[in-house]
């Protein structure tokens, strides 16, 4: 129960503070956001990978197929 409201909490917070840093980061280096954002999204995309692959082989360990 306790990690409950945390979890709602950073799950709220943090891309807010990730748009939050980006906006400060246009103000203060103008074009270069452009790359802080390419690296956000890359690191997403890493994330996401991760996620995929472990889902996918708890998946595969749960129910496990003939060899042929």
Avoid: D, F, N
């Avoid at 995309?45 to 995929?52: C, G, H, M, N």
């Avoid at 082989?57 to 060899?67: T, V």
Wanted: glycine fraction near 8%; proline fraction near 4%; include cysteine.
């Amino acid at each position: 129960m306790p990690m409950k409201l945390s979890r709602r909490i950073l799950l709220v917070t943090t891309p807010l503070g990730v748009l939050g840093g980006l906006h400060e980061a246009y103000r203060l280096a103008g074009g270069m956001v452009i790359v802080m954002a390419a690296m956000v999204g890359m690191l997403c995309v890493a994330a996401a990978s991760v996620i995929l692959t472990i889902r996918r082989e708890q998946l595969a360990a749960r129910s496990p197929r003939e060899s042929r």
